[in-house]
């Protein structure tokens, strides 16, 4: 059964950076895409980022472009999202997800709340 495991949330000011990790296991962790999707109260999920496998290939969504960067360690299992320049509405509930359009696994989320 794949396990994957968010970590790295809390409570930043706007202008703020954190750096979330999703760490995945009971699978081949470097043979699939893998992105991030957060979900904001009251909204349905949003696609943030998505990486290919070998890491070369990123894709972003519009709204965090320039700010959020994905990436990946295939030798340590772990999935990335370094998050600068937080405002306000990037507050939600992070998830990470396998694969880069059909998300079939996903954790159980971290909370990302962006308040001063």
């Known amino acids: 059964e794949v396990q994957l495991v968010e970590s790295g949330g809390g409570l930043v000011q706007p202008g703020g950076s954190l750096r979330l990790s999703c760490a995945a296991s009971?699978?081949?962790?470097?043979?699939?895409?893998m992105s991030w999707v957060r979900q904001a109260p009251g909204k349905g999920p949003e696609w943030v980022s998505s990486?290919?496998?070998?890491?070369?290939?990123?894709y972003y969504a519009d709204s965090v472009k320039g700010r959020f960067t994905i990436s990946r360690d295939n030798a340590k299992n772990t999935l990335y999202l370094q998050m600068s320049s937080l405002k306000p509405e990037d507050t939600a509930v992070y998830y990470c997800?396998?694969?880069?359009?059909?998300?079939?696994?996903w954790g159980q989320g971290t909370q990302v709340t962006v308040s001063s």
């Open positions: 009971e699978f081949t962790f470097g043979s699939y895409d």
């Open positions: 990486i290919k496998t070998g890491g070369g290939f990123t």
């Open positions: 997800a396998t694969g880069r359009t059909d998300f079939g696994s």
